[in-house]
């Protein structure tokens, strides 16, 4: 089963390419710094445990710093790695997000505020 960067705006999976994945930590305040970095609320309310057994992060989440390759076959993370790169704006652009429908309500209600303003 492929795994999937939980990163927003992120569709890279394990099948895509050699890229390495991470799971979440299971310490709970390095955890906690994973995800408030992610910001995705809907993983506010899980556990360490339910995030480090069901979430990945993918190897673009993390500075290069931060991802030591112990042989050929194994990548693993240092110990304090935190993720840091994330692109936090492409869902405006992105047809598949979520979020478009209510961005493009909002939208739609500032135009006709301006053109209200303007009568």
């Known amino acids: 089963m492929p795994n999937f960067c939980?990163?927003?705006?992120?569709?890279r999976k394990s099948t895509q390419s050699d890229l390495a994945f991470f799971r979440f930590p299971r310490d709970p305040a390095r955890c906690q710094k994973w995800v408030e970095n992610c910001r995705r609320a809907d993983l506010e309310d899980k556990t360490p445990d339910q995030l480090n057994k069901h979430y990945r992060l993918c190897a673009k989440h993390f500075e290069t710093s931060m991802i030591c390759?112990?042989?050929?076959?194994?990548?693993?993370?240092?110990?304090?790695?935190?993720?840091?790169?994330?692109?936090?704006?492409s869902h405006l652009n992105n047809p598949h997000s979520r979020h478009r429908k209510r961005i493009k309500?909002?939208?739609?209600?500032?135009?006709?505020?301006?053109?209200?303003?303007?009568?």
Do not use: G
Request: aromatic share 4%; net charge positive.
């Open 69 to 89: 390759r112990t042989s050929p076959y194994r990548t693993v993370l240092r110990d304090n790695a935190i993720p840091t790169i994330f692109d936090l704006t």
């Open 105 to 119: 309500e909002l939208l739609m209600k500032l135009l006709n505020r301006n053109q209200n303003i303007r009568k």
């Open 6 to 11: 939980a990163a927003p705006n992120c569709t």
